[in-house]
């Protein structure tokens, strides 16, 4: 019998719009390697999420004061598999990392444009995890 983890590696992040990947602040790009191409960034009210082309950052804005951040870096090589669920008005990235522990990352307010940005983000993670197998 195989014994399945299910414990998530972080909360859910909510994210509702995205950003122009030239108007980040430093402290996400202080995380980005010069040669690392953004491929986008999304947002919650607090968080941030940033895809590269060799991992995904999560800004995880903690506390009242907006200054206690937690930070985690998820290389795509880390990554087993990878997973994509869309809804009326709803998406979802389900990661699933080598350890075991999924990594679900959840989309809001989606339209039609947002999914198919979603989904071109989705083919291009998938080829840089087929890739670096």
């Known amino acids: 019998m195989a014994y399945m983890k299910t414990k998530e590696i972080t909360k859910y992040f909510y994210f509702y719009k995205e950003l122009d990947i030239k108007e980040l602040p430093k402290y996400v790009t202080d995380y980005i390697d010069s040669d690392e191409k953004i491929l986008c960034a999304y947002a919650t009210r607090r968080d941030k999420g ?3 082309d060799k ?3 999560l ?3 903690k506390g009242l004061s ?3 951040k937690q930070i985690h ?3 795509y ?3 087993s598999s990878l997973a ?3 809804d009326l008005s709803r998406a979802e990235l389900i990661f699933y990392l080598d350890s075991g522990y999924p990594l679900v990352l959840k989309f809001r307010n989606m339209n039609g444009e947002a999914k198919g940005k979603l989904r071109v983000l989705y083919s291009e993670i ?3 995890i087929r890739n670096k197998k």
């Open 126 to 128: 998938s080829k840089i």
């Open 84 to 86: 994509v669920m869309f």
């Open 73 to 75: 870096t998820i290389p």
């Open 59 to 61: 800004f995880d804005v």
């Open 66 to 68: 907006l200054t206690s």
């Open 50 to 52: 940033v895809f590269t």
């Open 55 to 57: 991992k995904i950052l």
């Open 77 to 79: 090589n880390s990554v």
